[in-house]
């Protein structure tokens, strides 16, 4: 049977193939996607020589997981849709959650301003002009308290895009809970809690790799013991590829960090299947719309692998990549704003069809401004839609067996997997960054992506093709943060320190200093006794500033 396909092929390649690719000047008969994986204009089995059924695809809900980690996959349950918000102050973050819910969302998203998300506090002089700007200011548990008022914990999942400090906004969450009588173990969600992501790509970081991996394992340990229904990390490959990697990079240096996760959560002695089953990913979706659901199918398939046969785990929920997809940010753009709506459709459905466990779908104005109500809900609209009207829910793995899309996934994982190699060549995760081996791969990747862009190789439209006068939109209906958020806030975490108990607060930094030191004691019980007392959250970071010390990148990265 090869020989014949490979007959037929031939003469349809020497045929209307040929007259083709002659016309339109080509004369070739493979392309390359926009991560530059090399592919025939026909995929056949051919390409998918050695094709094991058993091993590549398998069945949904099955190892490897190739088709996804449920056996129904959306037939038993929809993808979360989980609309990324937070700006301003707690109070008007609180009330875009109340409208995002009222329209259907079905999980909560909370970004956070840079002050929160580098451990400062809004009166901090590094903090001015920056307080509520890209997300919400959280200083304090009041803070946190104000940004959840009249929703409650136990009926809501909430995501938090937070890192450096992603255990002490944790504790805050857990203090809040308290306040409203839920207890921790009905808590459901969401910490990102993925600092090595930072040093690479994002920048958001406060402590040195080490003592930062100390912090990350003792959050997998308090919640294996306390929150068992909490996701302790999203691992991310989102913000790598904002930065510039290609699809291969995001897989291969997020399960990187991940291995490097798992490492360091058996080495300060807990079991894999104990936390294996509570770790998420987070990825993104690109507009190369094939190679992005091969991207998600590729990722799946190889940490099922790196969980079962390189960590031994036994539970097959330990195996399970399950991970949140965002549409990508950095396609977006500010000509011809509205083409965006198209733009994040398609990625959307990449994401759908790559079997995502939630998803944010950006708005049409985020290229801008901070996105308006109106553009947040069309961008929930298109989730709804998708869901509800487009048929792709209503079949587990469409795309499952396409030659194209298992060729694709193949490469990628190929790929993919020889990087995984030279990260573990050169000790692994933490020590490739330290020698700014994975910062070099992005940044190449993204300055040959510019030069394509900038010679026309890579089109997008209304930006180097189809432009059109008067491109950039958005103009008076962007959303603007009052400047005065930043003095309320600065008058409100005064009126704390003013009013809370100021000597328990210091005896509770005092013991957190005092355990920080300790490389074997855990932290989180200390800091939830000290936010508990009302603790800001500078204050505590300040503590861990003064034991850790700060990162500083290597020069050469």
Same mark, same amino acid.
């Given at each position: ?16 193939? %040929? ?46 997981f ?42 909560? $998203? ?5 002050p ?13 002009g ?8 959280? =200083? ?23 890192n ?17 009588g ?11 809690? =993925? ?8 920048g ?7 003592p ?12 294996? @013991? ?7 990390? $999203?691992?991310?490959g ?9 699809a ?14 798992? #490492? %360091?959560a ?17 990825f ?12 998600? !199918?590729?990722?799946? !398939?190889?940490w ?25 940010? $950095? ?31 950006n ?5 801008? %401004? ?19 009207? &487009? ?32 990260? =573990? ?19 190449? $990747? ?25 491109d950039?939109?958005?103009? @008076?209906?962007?959303?603007?943060? #009052? ?17 809370? =108990?100021?000597? %328990? ?22 800091v ?5 007392? !009302? ?10 500033? #003064? ?7 290597? &020069?050469?990265?």
């Open positions: 049977m090869d020989d014949a396909l490979c007959q037929a092929k031939r003469a349809w390649e020497e045929g209307e193939l %040929a007259k083709t690719l002659a016309r339109a000047g080509e004369g070739k008969e493979q392309y390359q996607t926009a991560s530059g994986l090399t592919l025939e204009r026909l995929c056949t089995p051919l390409d998918l020589p050695g094709f094991s059924y058993v091993d590549e695809l398998g069945f949904p809900g099955q190892f490897p190739t088709r996804g980690i449920q056996p129904t996959m959306y037939r038993g349950r929809t993808w979360t849709m989980r609309q990324y918000a937070g700006f301003g102050s707690a109070e008007e973050t609180n009330r875009r959650f109340r409208y995002l819910l009222e329209q259907g969302q079905t999980g909560l $998203s909370v970004a956070f301003d840079l929160t998300q580098v451990g400062y506090d809004s009166d901090h002089s590094l903090a001015e920056e307080v509520g700007k890209v997300g919400v200011a959280i =200083d304090s548990v009041d803070d946190m308290a104000a940004l959840f008022e009249g929703i409650p914990l136990d009926k809501v999942s909430t995501s938090m895009t937070i450096a400090p992603a255990l002490v906004v944790l504790a805050m969450y857990v203090a809040v809970a308290e306040r409203q839920v207890p921790a173990a009905k808590l459901s969600g969401t910490v990102q809690n =993925d600092i090595l992501k930072e040093y690479v790509a994002r958001t970081y406060i402590f040195p790799p080490r930062s991996m100390r912090l990350v394992t003792d959050v997998f340990h308090y919640c294996s @013991e306390n929150l068992p229904e909490w996701n302790t990390i $999203s691992i991310s989102y913000h790598m590829r904002e930065a510039g990697s290609t291969v990079q995001e897989v291969a240096f997020t399960l990187a960090n991940g291995i490097a996760y798992v #490492d %360091a058996r080495q300060a002695g807990l079991d894999v299947d104990s936390f294996g089953p509570r770790l998420s990913f987070f993104n979706a690109h507009s190369d719309f094939f190679e992005e659901v091969a991207k998600f !199918r590729a990722a799946r !398939r190889l099922a692998k790196i969980m079962r046969d390189r960590f031994g785990a036994r539970n097959p929920r330990s195996w399970m990549l399950r991970f949140h997809t965002q549409t990508a940010g $950095s396609t977006l753009t500010a000509q011809q704003p509205d083409n965006n709506v198209v733009r994040v459709t398609l990625q959307a459905l990449a994401a759908v069809l790559g079997g995502t466990q939630s998803l944010h779908t708005s049409r104005d985020e290229a801008l %401004a901070l996105p308006t109500e109106d553009s947040v809900r069309i961008a929930l609209r298109t989730q709804q839609i998708l869901a509800l009207e &487009s048929g792709v829910a209503d079949s587990i793995d469409p795309l499952g067996g396409s030659y194209l899309v298992e060729s694709l996934t193949r490469k990628v994982e190929q790929e993919a997997l020889a990087y995984l190699e030279r990260i =573990d060549a050169l000790g692994g995760a933490v020590a490739a960054i330290e020698r700014g081996f994975p910062q070099d791969e992005i940044h190449r $990747s993204a300055y040959r992506a510019q030069i394509e862009l900038e010679r026309g190789e890579r089109k997008v439209v209304g930006v180097n093709c189809f432009r059109t006068a008067g950039e939109g958005g103009g @008076e209906d962007l959303l603007r943060v #009052d400047p005065a958020v930043e003095r309320r806030q600065r008058e409100r975490l005064a009126a704390l320190r003013r009013e809370r =108990d100021g000597q %328990a607060v210091a005896e509770a930094l005092a013991v957190l200093g005092r355990v920080a030191r300790d490389p074997g004691a855990g932290l989180f019980g200390p939830l006794a000290a936010v508990r007392h !009302r603790a800001t959250l500078g204050e505590v970071c300040g503590v861990l500033r #003064d034991v850790f010390g700060e990162f500083e990148p290597p &020069s050469d990265v």
